[in-house]
């Protein structure tokens, strides 16, 4: 079932200077799979499970990315692509998903959810973690959520464990609204905004 209406306009693109977002497509299969290969060690403590696993082929990426595509498709989830300006380059990647999932695992905070309620979280390569690129990437997020996106409301999230993005989080004045159970996902998630009302 998907979360946003057939009527309801989703952005195609994010585009600036730095970077642009677009939506994960097979077609991206390559600069991914060498973003991810590239970021193991931290992608593991981002996701909270042993992905990407030893021996983590191309063909599995490919079946990863024909999953989050035929998902968007469906607007039942949007996973984005960051890519360098030239598009030739995998920077990170952008997930966004129906804050609904998490209702069963945690009633007592989101019993009074509104069925467009929304989450997101994002990564960027282990090589742009110590620089500025992060929180560029944020700051663009944020405009981009409150400006083009229709959710009544939605948070970012990162694990809990996550200090290096909760340091981000932060530094931006994101301010830590709850913490949520996120089965499969690394347990426990720290949840920031809702961006709308920021």
């Not at 677009?22 to 042993?50: F, K, N, T």
């Not at 609904?100 to 929304?118: F, P, Q, R, T, W």
Request: with cysteine.
């Amino acid at each position: 079932m998907s979360f946003i209406s057939p009527e309801t306009p989703v952005p195609a693109v994010l585009q600036n200077e730095t970077f642009n977002l677009l939506p994960l497509a097979v077609r991206h299969a390559a600069v991914d799979y060498e973003a991810v290969m590239s970021s193991q060690e931290m992608l593991r403590i981002w996701s909270g499970s042993p992905w990407p696993h030893a021996g983590f082929t191309l063909a599995e990426k490919e079946i990863d990315l024909a999953r989050h595509a035929q998902e968007h498709h469906q607007r039942k989830a949007f996973t984005y692509t960051v890519l360098d300006p030239e598009r030739e380059t995998c920077l990170g990647c952008v997930y966004i998903r129906p804050l609904a999932e998490l209702v069963a695992a945690n009633l007592d905070h989101l019993l009074d959810i509104s069925a467009d309620g929304a989450m997101a979280r994002f990564w960027v390569r282990a090589s742009l973690t110590a620089g500025d690129f992060e929180r560029q990437l944020l700051n663009e997020l944020c405009t981009w959520f409150r400006n083009d996106w229709p959710f009544s409301r939605l948070y970012l999230h990162t694990r809990s464990v996550n200090h290096q993005q909760i340091a981000l989080f932060l530094a931006a004045n994101l301010v830590k609204q709850m913490t949520l159970q996120y089965p499969g996902r690394g347990g426990k998630h720290h949840f920031y905004g809702p961006i709308q009302d920021l």
